[in-house]
């Protein structure tokens, strides 16, 4: 078996013939070996540059201070890609976003419709329910989710034609 010096050697003394192309390809198998078929799915649902509401739901706290997540991640992505475990859309998001293929930004007003249904789901209304404090509501945090520039090169990479 390599020792973890050959290995990072390896890396270095490829990384020094290898073209910019070269090296972006490699980092988009390296993560497209990392996802499962149902991150794949929301991948392409956010591919045509639509956005999806998401929550956070935060226990209350002080003032000024944020309370712990009780839900984060929560979205109807799971919904419109039509995943196989919709029950993972809070796992499956927050890795998205550690891979840096999706980004959040701030609430969409045009979206209205689909924040209220998402309020609506018992995952997030349990999260609410748990994470209030007698009259204190739990605080929530409205989102958008979408591809970023990197899950758009992404995309656009996994989605060329095999050459022959």
Same mark, same amino acid.
């Given at each position: 078996?390599?020792?973890?010096?050959?290995?990072?050697?390896?890396?270095?003394?490829?990384?020094?013939?290898?073209?910019? &192309?070269?090296?972006?390809?490699?980092?988009?198998?390296?993560?497209?070996?990392?996802?499962?078929?149902?991150?794949?799915?929301?991948?392409?649902? @956010?591919?045509?540059?639509?956005?999806?509401?998401?929550?956070?739901?935060?226990?209350?706290?002080? =003032?000024?201070?944020?309370? &712990?997540?009780?839900?984060?991640?929560?979205?109807?992505? /799971?919904?419109? !890609?039509?995943?196989?475990?919709? !029950?993972?859309? =809070?796992?499956?998001? /927050?890795?998205?976003?550690?891979?840096?293929?999706?980004?959040? /930004?701030?609430?969409?007003?045009? @979206?209205?419709?689909?924040?209220?249904?998402?309020? !609506?789901?018992?995952?997030?209304?349990?999260?609410?329910?748990?994470?209030?404090?007698?009259?204190?509501? !739990?605080?929530?945090?409205? @989102?958008?989710? &979408?591809?970023?520039?990197?899950?758009?090169?992404?995309?656009?990479?996994?989605?060329? =034609?095999?050459?022959?």
């Amino acid at each position: 078996a390599p020792t973890l010096s050959s290995k990072m050697r390896e890396l270095l003394d490829r990384a020094l013939d290898q073209s910019s &192309r070269g090296s972006q390809t490699e980092l988009f198998h390296h993560i497209l070996d990392q996802l499962v078929a149902d991150e794949a799915r929301i991948i392409g649902a @956010l591919s045509d540059g639509s956005a999806s509401p998401l929550v956070n739901v935060h226990a209350w706290a002080r =003032p000024r201070v944020p309370g &712990r997540a009780v839900l984060e991640n929560a979205s109807l992505i /799971g919904r419109s !890609a039509n995943l196989g475990l919709p !029950a993972m859309v =809070p796992t499956y998001v /927050g890795h998205l976003l550690s891979l840096g293929l999706l980004e959040t /930004g701030p609430e969409d007003p045009d @979206l209205k419709l689909e924040y209220e249904v998402l309020m !609506a789901e018992s995952m997030v209304l349990q999260a609410i329910k748990s994470a209030s404090l007698g009259p204190l509501t !739990a605080k929530v945090d409205k @989102l958008t989710l &979408r591809l970023s520039g990197l899950g758009q090169s992404f995309w656009a990479a996994t989605m060329q =034609p095999e050459s022959p």
